[in-house]
């Protein structure tokens, strides 16, 4: 018996030819096997596996996304809340004014003609005695002009701006108005102050409580007739009576007033 | 025997690389390469030789194609890197880059030689044998960077500082 042993280097040349030429012989004939079946019955179960693993994962990425995706929406949602909520408040405010503003002329239609319906921007109630309206020369609001908020007067313009005026109210120390009580013929002169007082009325005159007190136009700045406030409890001051007065409108509440065509003076 | 098991489960990850869920450029890789590179290191160039042309005629048979081809070119690119790993005495990750980049490149040479010889229309042209070269060098790469941070992990300087932290 003959054996024949091959060096390991030159076994793997011949096995290499060997296999060159069955390939060869393999693209001379090309047609499927039943080893490519069974290649591909082996491998679809790994590959369908493969496949799972990866839809999940891919599956779970997305889920990652979508969750980004949601809460970034839902942020987004909330400050567009927030801002339509800031929005509606602003919107109910300018209702508000815009319906203060109606009822106002509406009061008075027989001065809203030549007047300027303006709104309080700004308010300095307590030290300054002032109130800002959004209003100024560009709009006919000149200096002087009486402003009338929906429950009485309130005070004059002291300072212009183009689109801005400074209103001082009748608290203001230094105000005055001419005004009488209403029932009683006498002039008196309502002076600025905390609370506002009534003088020169005559001496030891009697004044009911909560009476009515009304301009009468003497001083040359306010039209006559206007609501100036009620009557408090009067006092003597020697012989002479002075009664404190509760304004009417409240420059703290007060949003939107009318700014009127200021009253041409006589000279005294 | 770890071996044997080497090739399988190289196998397993090349067949479960052309999955339709994973990166298509993917299913270029070629682990079974690699584990002719890692023959190297126990065998002689003769060795490699005969593992690279298992490694070739497997991928031929679970690519479907003409068996023999891809046989000559493994046994080709294990001889290749057996010579030159040997001659300049590679370790480390270069061993891993070098040679995994090498295989590739000659068993693509090799394998797109052979089937010019024998007027076969080869399944892919130098797009795919570049994609082949660049995606099982990535793999010798992370397989590098792999044993790098595995022989850190058993390194007795890691194994001392251990000890001495749970003291």
Known sequence: MVRIRLRPDLAIILVCAGLYVAAAAQARSPQGSALSVTVTAVSMPLVTVTNLVGQAWRDVREGQRNLAATLAELGRLRRENSALLRTNQLLGAEVASLREGSRLLAAFPQLAEHATLARVVARDILRGHIVRLDRGSGEGVRLDAPVLAEKGLLGRVDRVQEHSCRVQLLSHPAAAAAGRIVGNPTEALLMGGDPPRLTGLPPYAKVALDTAVVSTGSEGIYPPGLLLGTTMESRLEGIFTVVPVQLAASPAEVTVVLVLAPTTRTAP | ?167
Not at chain 2, 53 to 69: F, H, K, N, S, W
Not at chain 2, 110 to 124: E, I, M, S
């Open chain 2, 1 to 167: 025997m770890k071996l044997a098991l080497a090739f399988a489960v190289a196998l397993l990850v090349q067949l479960a690389l052309t999955a339709s869920q994973l990166w298509w450029v993917l299913s270029a890789c070629q682990p079974l390469l690699l584990v002719v590179v890692a023959t190297t290191r126990k065998t002689g160039p003769t060795g490699v030789a005969w593992s690279g042309l298992a490694a070739g005629l497997i991928t031929d048979v679970v690519g479907e194609r003409i068996i023999g081809p891809g046989g000559i070119a493994g046994a080709v690119a294990g001889a290749l890197v057996a010579a030159v790993v040997r001659r300049f005495e590679m370790e480390g990750p270069l061993f891993w880059i070098v040679g995994s980049l090498l295989a590739a490149a000659s068993s693509e040479a090799v394998w797109l030689l052979t089937t010019a010889t024998l007027a076969v229309r080869p399944d892919h042209a130098w797009l795919g044998a570049l994609a082949t070269v660049a995606m099982t060098a990535a793999a010798g790469l992370v397989v590098a960077a792999g044993e790098r941070i595995w022989r850190e992990w058993r390194s007795p300087t890691h194994r001392r500082r251990r000890l001495l932290r749970r003291l």
